[in-house]
């Protein structure tokens, strides 16, 4: 069965401080894809990156960069620089290739106070 | 492009009544759409999968008769809670997703639903 872990519920942080959202999954596909998504107040889902299990490449995108390590399990979200429009909360989800829903974990709330 | 929009996005009904949501991909053709259901301060759970002109496959707990969808052609899909109760006040999302092997789904804005 597929499982994505976010063992940070919630996060507070100053502006500017850099922030790192954590994401442990399980999966017995070799074959899955991981996601982050943004949630902001208003509620609507942003797609933030997708990243197949083939690819352990990390990568970086302005301020936000993952780090993919498939001998831990693990699919990390980091901040550089946070802003407070950055407050929202964050999913990480899992996708495997055999059932192709995705599977969502329970979220982090990132507060960015100026 | 890849836009899901969802009507209405609010909506506030009395218990015992029934309200249907719409989920519509506006410029591409959706072969499956899934239905979310968030609690508030809680994760998107998975209420049903839908593919274009057959039966929605439910999640493990989800009452089909209760949670009734339809997804008539490829850029519509409706859901419809069937006598509402306020343990049914919940945010509802919907996602789209474009052709067989391609995992990127897209998602709706959401519908809050409040059941008084």
């Known amino acids: 069965a597929q499982k994505v872990t976010q063992a940070q519920t919630e996060i507070s942080v100053v502006e500017k401080e850099d922030v790192t959202l954590d994401c442990v999954y399980e999966t017995r596909d070799t074959t899955y894809y991981l996601f982050w998504y943004k949630q902001p107040p208003s509620g609507e889902l942003v797609f933030l990156i997708r990243r197949n299990s083939f690819d352990e490449q990390n990568e970086i995108s302005g301020r936000y960069s993952w780090n993919f390590q498939k001998s831990t399990s693990s699919f990390n979200f980091t901040i550089t620089a946070s802003q407070v429009v950055d407050s929202a909360v964050y999913f990480c989800a899992l996708s495997e290739v055999s059932f192709q829903k995705l599977v969502f974990g329970t979220g982090t709330r990132l507060l960015v106070s100026p | 492009g890849a836009v899901v929009s969802q009507h209405p996005s609010w909506v506030i009904c009395k218990s015992g009544t029934s309200v249907k949501i719409e989920c519509r991909s506006l410029d591409f053709q959706a072969t499956t759409m899934f239905w979310y259901r968030q609690f508030p301060k809680q994760s998107l759970m998975l209420m049903a999968t839908?593919?274009?002109?057959?039966?929605?496959?439910?999640e493990q707990g989800v009452e089909k008769d209760k949670f009734l969808i339809n997804h008539a052609s490829l850029t519509l899909s409706t859901l419809t809670v069937t006598s509402a109760h306020p343990e049914d006040s919940s945010f509802y999302i919907c996602?789209?997703?474009?052709?067989?092997?391609?995992?990127?789904?897209?998602f709706g804005p959401g519908t809050r639903l409040t059941v008084t």
């Open positions: 839908s593919n274009e002109g057959s039966k929605a496959t439910y």
């Open positions: 996602s789209a997703r474009r052709g067989l092997g391609l995992y990127e789904q897209y």
